[in-house]
């Protein structure tokens, strides 16, 4: 056999550099979109982690130090379009998710003569995870997309280089009420929304799986314990905060005009559910890890 049939051919070597530099140029490209999503992420966190801290300031400022009147006013106003308006919504979607967990619970257990386990594994659903996190997947929609379209909008319309221009800091007076509206209606509509679920599980149950009234609701208060409240309500709370700054932030980094202001809303919405059921695992597993289960 002679030495040449041990080269590869030239045709066969073209080839194979060709690709292997093709498949280079794809890595190449793909580590560059990679990095850049990365550097993106970190500019977004750390702009949200700023404008929180402006917030909480502005807050101590006003509420604390009594150096300026707070715009209660403002935040009656945002409670009202963020809170009020979402109480319809919330209270119908918990509602089914009791009737919906009732009826799916019950064939199961039933046959392990266990129907009546039906209270307490709706009682820690959604006293510890559905509660708060049904009720800020359907908050996004209303504060969160209403909030960025909001500030997208004054943006836009360069109201807020008037503030600016006029000496009033847009933080204090446009985002310090909308956090807060947030914090506080999710927190309340957490309450309502749980009160709701466990009133229509015991409702189906009472009703259409045959468990008496008093087994039900024993069975749902041996099971329920203050650190369950204090898990669902937690989350509630940090549920809040950080829709209300994913808002507040996509929308004062409106660019582009009237596009831009749909595609900060959707970002907001689109980033805001991410983060909820990312921040949820998060505290469920630090929860676990600190035996509150």
Known sequence: MSPNHLRPSSASSKGFCRGFLCSSGILHHLLLALGAAALGFLYHLGGMFYMLKDSCVCMYRGLVLKKYRFGFPALYTQLVRIGVRSVLVVALVNFSIGFILALQMSPPLSDFGQTDQVAA????AVVRELGPLISAIVLTGFAGASIAAELGTMVVGEEI??????GLNPIRFLVVPRILATVISLFLLTVLGILIAL???MLIGVTELGISYGV????TIEILSLSDFFTGLSKALIFGVTISLIACYQGL???GGAMGVGLATTRTVVLSIMTVIFTDLLMTALFYALGWN
């Open 161 to 166: 280089e008037a503030l600016q221009a006029h």
């Open 121 to 124: 594994i709706i009682a820690i």
């Open 216 to 219: 039900y609701k024993a069975n």
């Open 253 to 255: 980094n409106v660019k």
């Open 199 to 201: 009133g229509s599980g």
